[in-house]
């Protein structure tokens, strides 16, 4: 257990992720998920890519849910020029039936600062943004069940206390592992 440490008197917590969840969501009904390819509008399209890798794995050890194959979703992406995360309810549920999935989950990294790339004067901390949602395709409407905007932004104590004392380091100098940390707190509030 992470414990929050105190600064000025007062305790910090570990980061709490700003997701939301629809009280109409019947988690019984979502057995299959297909996730899009995420999109950001930076110049490295690898950290989308590597968050979409690590979610995957994330929600696949939660034994809970199957995951479409990446390699069909990404077949199904260029033969129908979907890409983006705002599509229209009749795509999402084109996009569920050719997949055979019960929800999509989709989104786009909305802030992106990579700690590996040293400046003259400093080094700066990695910082993810992130905003998802999961449509389901189970009811007769494509409805967003679970929604997800957040920063874990390595400078903030409170990102810090996602991990052990030992790794904080990492978690400011290693852009990776911040990838494996926010995706372990967004798979943790998919544990319905």
């Not at 709490?16 to 109409?24: D, E, L, W």
């Not at 968050?51 to 929600?59: K, Y």
């Not at 380091?169 to 967004?186: A, G, M, P, R, Y």
């Amino acid at each position: 257990m992470v414990l929050g440490i105190i600064s000025c008197g007062k305790a910090i917590q570990p980061k709490k992720v700003n997701v939301g969840q629809s009280n109409h969501f019947q988690p019984e009904l979502i057995q299959t998920i297909a996730i899009m390819p995420l999109v950001y509008d930076g110049t490295d399209q690898n950290i989308a890519d590597a968050m979409m890798n690590e979610l995957t794995v994330q929600i696949l050890q939660l034994d809970r849910f199957s995951i479409v194959d990446s390699y069909k979703v990404a077949i199904l992406v260029e033969a129908e020029g979907l890409e983006g995360s705002s599509l229209s309810d009749s795509i999402v549920k084109s996009i569920g039936s050719n997949l055979k999935a019960d929800a999509i989950l989709l989104g786009k990294i909305t802030h992106f600062v990579n700690g590996s790339r040293r400046y003259i004067l400093f080094k700066q901390k990695p910082k993810i943004g992130i905003n998802l949602r999961m449509i389901s395709i189970a009811e007769a409407v494509p409805t967003t069940i679970w929604t997800l905007n957040d920063i874990f932004d390595s400078n903030e104590e409170a990102v810090h206390n996602l991990v052990d004392e030992s790794d904080r380091h990492k978690i400011q100098s290693d852009t990776n592992f911040l990838v494996n940390i926010v995706c372990n707190e967004i798979v943790k509030t998919l544990d319905f």
